[in-house]
């Protein structure tokens, strides 16, 4: 069964940084597309960025184009989401996921296209 561990969440004033990181232990990522996925307080979960596997190909939702980087490090088995100039519409849960190696147009913003959670990791950002 495949476990998937977030960590680097945080408290954050806006225009602040952070990095998040997703990391399985005894499961090799680079086989799989890895997505981030946040759910703030009465939303719905919403996708936010993916990095396939075939490819290397990365996506990002609208609100984030220009602000987080998705990475991946193969040797640390180990995907990343660096956020940048964030702000209060931020503030959410963030979890990461595996899915299958490429996706689709647009496939990868469903989370039932993925195969595996994470239980996530708290960004809150002050304005």
């Known amino acids: 069964q495949v476990r998937l561990v977030e960590s680097g969440g945080g408290f954050v004033q806006s225009g602040g940084s952070l990095r998040l990181s997703c990391a399985a232990p005894?499961?090799?990522?680079?086989?799989?597309?890895v997505g981030w996925f946040r759910q703030a307080p009465g939303k719905e979960r919403e996708g936010v960025s993916c990095i396939s596997s075939a490819d290397g190909r990365t996506y990002y939702a609208d609100p984030v184009k220009g602000r987080f980087t998705i990475s991946r490090d193969n040797a640390k088995n180990t995907v990343y989401l660096q956020m940048d100039s964030l702000n209060a519409e931020d503030t959410a849960v963030y979890y990461c996921?595996?899915?299958?190696?490429?996706?689709?147009?647009?496939?990868?913003?469903?989370?039932?296209?993925?195969?595996?959670w994470g239980q996530g990791t708290q960004v809150t950002v002050s304005s």
């Open positions: 005894g499961f090799t990522l680079d086989n799989y597309a």
């Open positions: 996921a595996v899915g299958p190696p490429i996706f689709g147009f647009r496939q990868w913003l469903i989370p039932d296209r993925y195969d595996a």
